[in-house]
């Protein structure tokens, strides 16, 4: 089965062709990167404003890197929630008049187990033999959660943050450092040239949830008792241990918890190099699988979503034109 999939969720419009739920044919994104960063974060208006000029040129783009013609498709899938409601319509009018025209099967994805889904699709050197049940670490820019993935269609919420999100935290703290947007990855590379010396603190929260936001404002508060006398790279450092530290350990518990062998990473956050370095060690000291998907499966991308269509396709499960955006934040 071969399932076009497209991602307009928030700042990236993407789309994808993958065959039989695994095999990535083509994965085109276009970042808005450039166009919010004078902002400091994105602008729903001028997201929506660009997929729509960009999603017609990005869907043939996926077609044309591959021999596959559109009349060969054989469902499209698309994200249609959680995101910018806005951005979301583009992708979903867009995949409901290819579904439309072509006669053949849309299906909604939910944009958050799409994450997980990166985690099926081959990569470079191997081809990923995971299969539930697993827990996932979903580390993005608007989510923080640990989900137990019993089989293809059943995601079970484990722990989720009780107010900032782990990318949102890396964001906000880079642009207190006067560091560029989007945050998280400036804050990784700075952070490579410091040492995690300071100590901040590691929320404890009832469970395997989450709370960045004291942090956030102890990172803050040492900032200002500094009066610009800051060392940037060990305060990137420091902040990210801190992170990495209480995402590694609650991951670690739930999966022993829910009596798992396998943590598959997932979300943006999860291309953070400390991350990787840091679950691989702990996973390996307790003898669980890790996967971590190619750090271009991480980030917004259209062939997560074609991967999670196809195995809601396989459950029997599809949409009709009536299908809408769903803008929440929780799964
Ligand atoms: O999954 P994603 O592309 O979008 C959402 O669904 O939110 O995640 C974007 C988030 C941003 O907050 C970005 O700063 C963060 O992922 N991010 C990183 C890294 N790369 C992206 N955070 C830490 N380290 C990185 N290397
Ligand atoms: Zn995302």
């Known amino acids: 089965m071969i399932v076009l999939g497209i991602e307009t969720s928030c700042d990236e419009t993407s789309a994808a062709v993958v065959r039989n739920g695994r095999e990535v ?3 085109i994104i276009a970042s808005q990167v450039e166009l919010h960063a004078p902002f400091g974060g994105v602008v729903p208006e001028i997201a929506a404003r660009r997929h729509i000029e960009c999603i017609g040129f990005i869907v043939d783009e996926a077609l044309a890197q591959t021999n596959i013609s559109l009349k060969d498709i054989d469902a499209f899938a698309v994200a249609n929630g959680p995101g910018l409601a806005g951005a979301l ?7 409901k008049g290819l579904a439309f ?13 799409g994450h997980v889904c990166a985690n099926f699709l081959h990569g470079e050197e191997i081809d990923s033999e995971l299969e539930p049940p697993f827990l996932s670490l979903v580390v993005s820019g608007g989510h923080t959660l640990l989900l137990a993935v019993e089989d293809y269609d059943t995601y079970r919420v484990v722990g989720s943050t009780r107010d900032d999100a782990a990318g949102e935290a890396f964001d906000k703290i880079a642009r207190v450092l006067g560091l560029p947007y989007p945050g998280g990855p400036e804050i990784d590379r700075v952070a490579k040239s410091g040492s995690p010396i300071i100590s901040f603190p590691r929320a404890r929260v009832d469970g395997f949830d989450f709370s960045f936001s004291g942090l956030k404002t102890a990172v803050l508060q040492y900032i200002q008792k500094q009066n610009g006398n800051i060392n940037i790279p060990d305060i990137a450092a420091s902040f990210q241990k801190a992170v990495v530290d209480v ?16 943590i598959a990473l997932a979300g943006g956050v999860a291309c953070n190099s400390a991350l990787r ?4 060690e702990a996973c390996a000291e307790k003898n669980l699988r890790l996967f971590k998907p190619k750090p271009v499966y991480c980030t917004d991308n259209a062939a997560m979503i074609a991967c999670r269509g196809y195995y809601r396709l396989l459950a029997g499960f599809s949409d009709g034109l009536e299908l809408n955006a769903f803008p929440g934040r929780m799964c």
């Open 89 to 95: 319509l583009v992708g979903l009018n867009y995949a």
């Open 101 to 113: 025209v072509n006669k053949k099967p849309l299906v909604g994805v939910h944009h958050i187990e």
């Open 247 to 262: 995402l590694t350990e609650r991951a670690v518990s739930a999966c022993k918890h829910e009596s798992f062998n396998t």
């Open 277 to 280: 370095k840091a679950m691989d």
């Open 25 to 27: 044919l083509s994965n």
